[in-house]
């Protein structure tokens, strides 16, 4: 019993994967904005931590230079974050409340500066 439709997805998604060059893409992407977010973060004074592989990574609130394991996420403050996550969202950033971001092949240059211009405003305003 083979499932002739999802065969048939998973090559259409194989030859999209393929054609786009999408894991160059999505990671180029990803550490464009995980880039813009740190600068933004570092220029108005605030102690955020953004790190991971760039099609997924993670920012938080942290005075620590590097989060490797449980007791590390300890020491994010989730209340500032909440706040910089929902200001974002109020703007139109869809981000995931417990700080992993997520780049898609669907997201584009100007998708990414919008955001790093977003995330500049909001950590301009939280003091």
């Given at each position: 019993?083979?499932?002739?439709?999802?065969?048939?997805?998973?090559a259409a998604t194989i030859e999209v994967l393929e054609r786009e060059n999408?894991?160059?893409k999505i990671t180029a992407l990803g550490k464009t904005l995980m880039a813009g977010i740190e600068a933004a973060g570092k220029k108005h004074g605030h102690n955020l931590l953004v790190q991971g592989l760039g099609p997924m990574f993670h920012v938080g609130f942290t005075d620590l230079d590097k989060v490797t394991d449980y007791r590390g996420t300890l020491?994010?403050?989730?209340?500032k974050y909440g706040k910089?996550?929902?200001e974002l969202q109020q703007r139109g950033i869809r981000?995931?409340?417990r700080g992993l971001w997520y780049i898609s092949n669907a997201h584009t240059d100007a998708d990414i500066q919008r955001a790093?211009?977003?995330a500049d405003e909001v950590l301009g305003e939280m003091k």
């Amino acid at each position: 019993n083979s499932c002739t439709p999802c065969i048939a997805a998973a090559a259409a998604t194989i030859e999209v994967l393929e054609r786009e060059n999408v894991n160059e893409k999505i990671t180029a992407l990803g550490k464009t904005l995980m880039a813009g977010i740190e600068a933004a973060g570092k220029k108005h004074g605030h102690n955020l931590l953004v790190q991971g592989l760039g099609p997924m990574f993670h920012v938080g609130f942290t005075d620590l230079d590097k989060v490797t394991d449980y007791r590390g996420t300890l020491s994010y403050d989730k209340a500032k974050y909440g706040k910089f996550a929902w200001e974002l969202q109020q703007r139109g950033i869809r981000l995931i409340g417990r700080g992993l971001w997520y780049i898609s092949n669907a997201h584009t240059d100007a998708d990414i500066q919008r955001a790093i211009t977003t995330a500049d405003e909001v950590l301009g305003e939280m003091k």
